[in-house]
Nanobody, 117 residues
Framework: VQLQASGGGLAQAGGSLRLSCAAS????????MGWFRQAPGKDREFVAQ????????DYADSVKGRFTIARDNVRNAVYLQMDSLKPEDTAVYYC???????????YGQGTQVTVSS
């Protein structure tokens, strides 16, 4: 599975950004798609995941109610709509894919998100 993320950039606190990720590879490897992030000096952390049909969506507590994950299976793409951004959302965001929930074997190259106060 190969993943290519895009859409990062600079936003002000309270603003919005939308991340996109294009995927290719074996369909079974795309059963779950998700997003992780890594801030400077911190470990990579889970942000959100979505099942193939979209019925299951899980979020980290820190982003619940502000971020929305979605996917388009025709385009093999996953999206992360980020609203009400906070400076602590600043990180490199990685899209991920895997065969089962919370089990991701493939990661994209990352896209930088910077939120200014």
């Amino acid at each position: 599975v190969q993943l290519q993320a895009s859409g990062g950039g600079l936003a002000q606190a309270g603003g919005s950004l939308r991340l996109s990720c294009a995927a290719s590879g074996h369909p079974a490897g795309l059963n779950y798609m998700g997003w992780f992030r890594q801030a400077p000096g911190k470990d990579r952390e889970f942000v959100a995941q979505i099942s193939r049909g979209g019925a299951r969506r899980d979020y980290a507590d820190s982003v619940k109610g502000r971020f929305t994950i979605a996917r388009d299976n025709v385009r093999n793409a996953v999206y992360l709509q980020m609203d009400s951004l906070k400076p602590e959302d600043t990180a490199v965001y990685y899209c991920a894919a895997g065969r089962s929930m919370y089990t991701f074997g493939s990661y994209g190259q990352g896209t930088q998100v910077t939120v200014s106060s």
